[in-house]
């Protein structure tokens, strides 16, 4: 029973444009949601994170959001550049999970020049 | 920066090796994991550790067994290799605390032949 969910495998976005990765999850449990990026043959790399205790958080180029009765958040970069082509990776752990992170399967995300 | 290293990059096995993945982490983290990516199945936990000589199954247990006898070093062992155990191997560490994020090595691609 997959937990957290990325139903989009992958995304193709033009240079400049927005791009908007999504991820839903299911249990209820989960208060702390970050986002991953892996480039191919390289380890996951942090992007971004956001509690259960907020709706919004932004980092530069890159915001997410949480919807927690929609069990629904979103990662947004504006602009997209070419160089943030990569596998992008949703995560979450639940109260007292001490790190323990779900992953969704991810979204591949192309930035056309 | 936090150093997570995995001592392959890539690693070249016949069917039925004994296989020893290391792990070594620099900044004294409690906790330490190992996962595995497939295309299409995302990061998916094999064991983890919360302290030296402790383990704990993860979603995938099943051929693999780990090792933490001192703090900066988890090692995953494929006590016989099989091809489905073909993959990407994920070291992770974390300091142990909740809302805190994990840092993750460069990967060891396993190819089981």
């Known amino acids: 029973d997959q937990q957290v969910k990325q139903n989009s495998p992958s995304l193709s976005v033009q240079e400049g444009r927005i791009s908007i990765l999504n991820c839903d999850y299911t249990n209820s449990m989960f208060d702390y949601f970050l986002w991953y990026k892996k480039y191919p043959a390289e380890g996951p790399t942090f992007l971004i994170s956001?509690?259960?205790?907020?709706d919004k958080n932004e980092d530069g180029r890159f915001t997410v959001f949480l919807n927690k009765s929609a069990k629904h958040l979103s990662l947004h970069i504006v602009p997209s550049q070419p160089g943030d082509s990569a596998v992008y990776f949703c995560?979450?752990?639940?109260?007292?999970?001490?790190?323990?992170?779900?992953f969704g399967k991810g979204t591949k995300l192309t930035v056309n020049p | 920066d936090v150093k997570v290293t995995q001592s392959s990059r890539y690693l070249v096995k016949r069917t039925g090796e004994k296989v020893f993945l290391e792990c070594v982490q620099d900044?004294?983290?409690?906790?330490m994991f190992w996962y595995r990516q497939d295309p299409g199945l995302g990061l998916r936990l094999i064991y983890f550790?919360?302290?030296?000589?402790?383990?704990e199954k993860g979603d995938i247990p099943e051929g693999y067994s780990v090792s933490r006898e001192k703090k900066e070093r988890f090692s995953l062992i494929l006590e016989s290799a099989s091809t489905n155990q073909t993959s990407m191997y994920l070291c992770?560490?974390?300091?142990?605390?909740?809302?805190?994020?994990?840092?993750f090595g460069s990967g060891t691609q396993l190819s089981v032949l």
């Open positions: 995560a979450a752990s639940a109260r007292g999970g001490s790190e323990k992170l779900v």
């Open positions: 550790s919360y302290d030296v000589k402790m383990k």
């Open positions: 900044m004294d983290h409690e906790n």
């Open positions: 992770a560490s974390g300091r142990g605390s909740t809302n805190e994020k994990l840092f």
């Open positions: 956001i509690s259960s205790i907020k």
